[in-house]
């Protein structure tokens, strides 16, 4: 696929799939580590919600808010690793799932990074669904972002996310929705079928940002070679 041309959806998930050739499995297996990891906390606030509704089910809300915390401050570093996972595999890099946690050696700006796309995005979603959307798919480049430069802040890294996606938030909001069925069809398999479907979402959007970035660069380099 020529990453310097604007792709449709259509090509975007025709080539995601091709590159998930021979490593769905692989791919799968990282998501399936995610949720183990993940598993300790849906329990424990499943527990403590069947406990409002019948008392006599035990409840742990110290061990709840503790797991609770542990999934907020972990949610940038594990958003940044998985962001690099998936690059590295388009760009025809080595890839393991170990790759994953590359994100924690960058706590503290992935960390910040997640709780200022969490925040700015609840504060729009407060006035409007709608606007809260928008906002969302503004800010939706900004960890791929950061991967690529080690040295962004990350408010530059939102910025910079919002000002790559103007004019495309319509092109991801509809490759996002194209995945609806599939979505639907997975929670028919009590979910399981979402750890191969996962990485067929996650690997798309990641070439959506390859092609849009590479195209955007070449568009740089022209217009200065133009001037």
């Not at 409002?52 to 972990?74: G, Y």
């Not at 949610?75 to 940044?80: M, N, R, T, V």
């Not at 069925?181 to 750890?195: D, H, K, Q, R």
Request: aromatic share 16%.
């Amino acid at each position: 696929m020529d990453y310097d041309v604007i792709q449709p959806n259509k090509e975007l998930r025709k080539h995601t799939r091709q590159q998930l050739k021979g490593v769905w499995g692989k791919m799968a297996f990282a998501f399936f580590i995610l949720s183990l990891l993940h598993l300790p906390y849906y329990t424990f606030s499943a527990l403590d919600s069947l406990h409002k509704q019948m008392p006599n089910i035990p409840s742990f809300p110290i061990i709840n808010s503790v797991l609770s915390i542990a999934m907020l401050i972990t949610s940038g570093p594990l958003a940044l690793g998985f962001v690099g996972y998936f690059l590295r595999r388009i760009r025809g890099e080595e890839f393991a799932t170990k790759n994953i946690f590359d994100g924690f050696s960058r706590f503290l700006p992935s960390l910040l990074l997640m709780f200022f796309t969490w925040f700015f995005t609840s504060l729009w979603t407060l006035l409007l669904v709608i606007p809260g959307i928008i906002k969302g798919l503004g800010y939706s480049m900004a960890f791929y972002i950061m991967y690529d430069d080690p040295e962004i802040k990350p408010l530059e890294a939102l910025k910079k996310s919002q000002i790559m996606m103007k004019g495309y938030k319509r092109k991801l909001f509809l490759l996002e929705l194209s995945f609806i069925g599939w979505i639907l069809l997975g929670s028919l398999t009590l979910c399981v079928g979402y750890l191969w479907l996962y990485p067929y979402i996650c690997l798309s959007i990641t070439n959506f940002y390859e092609n849009l970035k590479r195209t955007q660069e070449n568009n740089m380099v022209q217009t200065g070679q133009t001037s």
